[in-house]
């Protein structure tokens, strides 16, 4: 049973564009949404995160919207880097345990 | 954010024998986390480590298998028992840090690969 889904496994945006990852996910007991990014053999770095209280979260580039009734969130960037090529994760709390989606891979184009 | 490193960063190894995996934090930490991420997979819990109490196993993950010590606060150890192909992932462990109580941070990852 995925709690967490990523549809997309990969995702191509020219630089300057706007980058949208979704996620959906099942479980309602989820208290807290991230997003992690992730090179190839690094481990996953920490973006962003939103509480399931509140609908939306920005940092910089980074914007997270949270759509409970949809149990829907995405992660908008931008304007999108090359340097954001990686793939992007997003994980569900629950209990402080995290639940993973299975990544998109992200490819900004020059 | 907390400092987190991993050794060995990678190794193939037999099948049938076994491999421990260290994980050291710049901090004091109360919960450190281990998960594995097999090719093209999610990241997936493996058991949390409190110190001074016994690891605690997700569904599908048991202590025979991965035992898990954790002896003071900045200090863990996974180990991969009587390997298979089927264990060849990438292993990492995580811990809380950040501004809120729900931000892990991860090290760089251990990959094993069983042959």
């Known amino acids: 049973d995925q709690q967490v889904k990523q549809n997309s496994p990969s995702l191509s945006v020219q630089e300057g564009r706007i980058s949208i990852l979704n996620c959906d996910y099942t479980?309602?007991?989820?208290?807290?949404f991230l997003w992690y990014k992730k090179y190839p053999a690094e481990g996953p770095t920490f973006l962003i995160s939103?509480?399931?209280?509140?609908d939306k979260n920005e940092d910089g580039r980074f914007t997270v919207f949270l759509n409970k009734s949809a149990k829907h969130l995405s992660l908008h960037i931008v304007p999108s880097q090359p340097g954001d090529s990686a793939v992007y994760f997003c994980?569900?709390?629950?209990?402080?345990?995290?639940?993973f989606g299975q990544g998109t891979r992200l490819t900004i184009n020059p | 954010s907390a400092v987190i490193s991993q050794k060995p960063s990678r190794d193939i190894c037999q099948r049938g024998t076994s491999l421990t995996i260290q994980c050291q934090v710049d901090s004091q930490v109360t919960m450190m986390f281990w998960y594995r991420q097999q090719p093209g997979q999610s990241l997936t819990l493996i058991a949390t480590a409190n110190q001074g109490s016994e690891a605690t196993y997700e569904s599908g993950f048991v202590i025979d298998k991965f035992p898990i010590s954790r002896p003071n606060l900045t200090f863990s150890t996974l180990t991969v028992s009587n390997m298979s192909p089927e264990d060849s992932s990438i292993y990492l462990c995580?811990?809380?840090?950040?501004?809120?109580?729900?931000?892990?941070?991860f090290g760089p990852g251990t990959r094993l690969t069983v042959t």
């Open positions: 479980n309602s007991m989820f208290d807290y």
């Open positions: 939103i509480s399931s209280i509140k």
């Open positions: 994980a569900a709390s629950v209990a402080q345990k995290l639940v």
């Open positions: 995580s811990v809380f840090a950040g501004t809120s109580a729900y931000e892990q941070y």
